[in-house]
């Protein structure tokens, strides 16, 4: 999963770093392997600083002034396919047509494909595994074919149309072309999420585009929208200018987002994460009583901090039980889940995470989390609460168990590397220690967020039940995905790893 941002200023003499700055900051929880932004100045220059490591050690102050530009793009990234090489830092940039910068969010699945088009008939140099690199070449490519010296929206609405027949899988993609302006569009599904907003100024109106609301909400923009499924958006310097260009498919916005990945403050396809996280509180409370019975014995509910607290705190309400913050997080730790390399995330969660003795002695208690993936924070946590003298720990999971690898942007590792494969509930249980593994029902997880947006008919729940909503998943794309997503994969040495040279301005700080 990744982050991405995109800004143009009404006021040209203004500089669009140091929003995008924030932006990022505020959606790095999506991503912690790298960040990037491109700005572009005067007469279509564009300036870069991109690198390995979190927003905070990327950019200073120096780094950000020389970010010269009233728009630019942003992202930040964890590595899904490929490796977590400086190489592969967005946003990536081609000159050929009219300098163009693109960021990306989202996996495709027919990567390989892509990447052969691109090297035999369209004979553009691919340098690095990101399939986010074959998505700029793609449009590139595209714009290249009208042949023109200057491209106007309807070039860039059939390049982008025809993006989307040639790329399958989730994507959400913001974009510059040099001296123009700002490019977004979201897959024909709508699997990554991607809103839309506009702030007004003296000079006119600033407008932005990001994974989440929250940006938008905190920078001040108003008329938040989402970008729709198959839509694109162009902003030059003087208009701004929607169209659907896919309305064929069914829409199926990734469910995992509100499990997990999106902040509770965020909305996302008219959904608020917050009140669909109370909704699966309450279908959970409804599991625990199912799997324990009525008079169970838990003495209290601790939720793994932060993303499960909403959920288990309604839990706690419904079920008339005692809400105790039990773990204490050091907030200067990053998000396990999407650390590269498993011994990493192992050491992480003890850093990360302490437990309070007082909360577990000698009690009986639901530790309640977000999702159980690889189970090594789950194991861990279960053991500090015996360390920490619970008698008993029951953990409740406010998703189904993960059986399947996603192949639209979420890092989940191999399907042998997940707890859930081939395991049931007593079985995980087992895997992690615990005396009872209690799991949301998916169709209670749908409900929860169908229920604040009735007209959603489908989301995209492939990690639980295997069914992959958009393009051709195979059973030999997913033996590459095994062998591309592995951690061994993702740590080893890279072929590439001195920063790009492409004729930007590069401010490039070590990791």
Same mark, same amino acid.
């Given at each position: 999963m990744c982050g991405i941002s995109a800004l143009i200023l009404s006021n040209t003499k203004e500089l669009a770093c140091s929003d995008l700055f924030e932006s990022l900051g505020m959606l790095q929880h999506r991503g912690q392997d790298a960040a990037g932004i491109v700005t572009c100045g005067a007469k279509g220059r564009l300036y870069q600083c991109k690198g390995n490591g979190l927003v905070r050690d990327i950019f200073d102050e120096d780094h950000l002034r020389n970010l010269v530009g009233c728009m630019g793009v942003g992202h930040v990234r964890y590595p899904t396919a490929g490796s977590s090489a400086h190489a592969e830092a967005q946003p990536f940039y =081609?000159?050929?047509? &009219? *300098?163009?910068?693109?960021?990306?969010?989202?996996?495709? =699945?027919?990567? @390989?494909?892509?990447?052969?088009?691109?090297?035999?008939? @369209?004979? +553009?140099? %691919?340098?690095?595994?990101? !399939?986010?690199?074959?998505?700029?070449n793609i449009l590139a490519n595209n714009l290249q074919t009208t042949g023109k010296f200057r491209v106007n929206e309807e070039d860039i609405f059939n390049s982008i149309k025809d993006l989307f027949k040639q790329c399958q899988g989730g994507y959400a993609c913001v974009g510059m072309i040099a001296g123009f302006g700002l490019i977004a569009f979201r897959d024909p599904n709508g699997i990554r999420p991607l809103v839309f907003g506009r702030r007004k100024r003296e000079s006119g109106y600033d407008y932005m585009f990001a994974s989440e609301s929250v940006v938008l909400d905190s920078l001040e923009f108003t008329d938040v929208t989402d970008v729709l499924p198959g839509e694109a958006i162009i902003i030059s310097k003087r208009s701004v200018s929607r169209r659907r260009l896919v309305d064929?498919? %069914?829409?199926?916005?990734?469910?995992?987002? &509100?499990? &997990?990945?999106? +902040?509770? #403050?965020?909305i996302i396809d008219g959904i608020s994460v917050y009140k669909s996280r109370l909704e699966m509180g309450e279908s959970l409370a409804d599991q625990v009583t199912r799997a324990l019975g009525p008079d169970h014995d838990i003495d209290v509910v601790i939720p793994v901090p932060d993303t499960s607290r909403v959920s288990a705190l309604q839990l706690s309400y419904k079920l008339n039980l005692l809400f105790r913050e039990g773990f204490i997080k050091n907030r200067y730790i990053g998000r396990t889940f999407i650390m590269p390399g498993q011994e990493l995330r192992r050491k992480s969660v003890r850093r990360k995470l302490n437990a309070m003795a007082l909360e577990f002695v000698n009690k009986n208690v639901l530790l309640v989390d977000d999702s159980i993936v690889r189970g090594t924070t789950s194991r861990e946590i279960v053991q500090m609460a015996r360390d920490a003298g619970a008698k008993k720990v029951y953990f409740a999971s406010c998703a189904p168990p %993960? +059986?399947?690898?996603?192949?639209?942007?979420? #890092?989940m590792p191999t399907s042998r590397e997940l707890v859930g494969h081939q395991r049931n509930e007593d079985e995980i249980a087992l895997a992690i220690g615990a005396d009872k593994v209690i799991f949301q029902d998916l169709d209670d997880l749908v409900q929860a967020c169908r229920k604040l947006r009735p007209d959603i008919q489908?989301? #995209?729940?492939?990690?639980?039940?295997?069914? &992959?909503?958009? *393009? !051709?998943?195979?059973?030999?794309?997913?033996?590459?995905?095994e062998t591309m997503r592995n951690d061994t994969a993702k740590n080893g040495p890279s072929i590439e790893s001195a920063p790009e040279t492409i004729g930007l301005h590069n401010s490039f700080r070590p990791k």
């Open positions: =081609v000159n050929s047509p &009219y *300098g163009l910068v693109l960021a990306h969010n989202g996996n495709l =699945v027919n990567a @390989a494909e892509l990447r052969h088009f691109l090297d035999h008939d @369209a004979h +553009r140099h %691919i340098n690095t595994d990101s !399939d986010s690199e074959l998505l700029v064929d498919q %069914i829409f199926s916005p990734c469910v995992f987002e &509100y499990v &997990y990945f999106a +902040r509770p #403050d965020s %993960i +059986r399947y690898p996603n192949v639209y942007g979420i #890092d489908q989301f #995209d729940t492939s990690v639980f039940d295997g069914l &992959y909503v958009a *393009g !051709d998943v195979t059973p030999d794309y997913l033996m590459q995905l």
